[in-house]
């Protein structure tokens, strides 16, 4: 079987420092949607190099990476470490291992970062067209504060230019100096639950 791996990458620190739960719900999560044959693995990440070392290590091109964990406008993170627009940068310590990740990416790849607020406000639209233009990967993530309900959910060809307003999602501050994003709710933009494993 030569199919492109459906994979998740969550953050495993996430269990050992409160709130737990969450943290314990991802691993549940990525056995629950392995079990339904949603995706065809899963990697509990401790760091950014540990996962994408993970990444670089699978058999077959990856059609489909989600990351499961914290973020904020224009970032994702693991535990305290950040990756962001930076990360793209030529002199960044993961700068190799995002170009490994590039190659083994199939054509037509998702990126797809259920995180809170990750393509919100103006640092979300840039990470999301700066990260498509590099892998060559449609990159998607949410505008609001993501948990069971995962709202503001958009995504971004390669050298494509955002559609959604950079407004989305924000209770305070504004576009180009965001403060405090919206929780999730049924009834916001493109909504949709934690257990629907596709993009719409």
């Not at 314990?24 to 629950?32: E, I, K, P, Q, V």
């Not at 339904?36 to 993970?54: K, M, N, Q, V, Y």
């Not at 405090?180 to 949709?192: E, F, G, K, Q, V």
């Amino acid at each position: 079987m030569n199919e492109p791996l459906r994979l998740v990458v969550y953050d495993a620190t996430q269990a050992e420092r409160p709130p737990r739960l969450l943290g314990l719900s991802w691993r549940a999560g990525a056995l629950l949607y392995r079990a339904r044959g949603a995706i065809d693995g899963s990697f509990g990440a401790r760091s950014f190099s540990e996962a994408l070392a993970w990444l670089a290590s699978v058999e077959r091109p990856i059609g489909e990476l989600q990351f499961w964990g914290h973020g904020k406008w224009g970032r994702i993170l693991i535990d305290r470490e950040s990756l962001d627009r930076s990360a793209l940068g030529p002199a960044h310590r993961l700068r190799p291992q995002l170009e490994a990740l590039r190659e083994r990416l199939a054509p037509g790849a998702l990126l797809w970062f259920r995180t809170c607020e990750t393509l919100g406000a103006n640092a979300g639209q840039d990470f999301a067209r700066a990260l498509g233009d590099f892998t060559g990967a449609r990159v998607a993530g949410h505008t609001f504060v993501i948990g069971y309900f995962q709202s503001g959910l958009h995504a971004l060809a390669p050298g494509a230019t955002p559609a959604w307003d950079p407004n989305e999602g924000l209770a305070a501050g504004t576009a180009a100096h965001p403060e405090r994003a919206l929780p999730s709710r049924p009834d916001l933009p493109n909504t949709i639950t934690c257990l629907q494993a596709r993009l719409p």
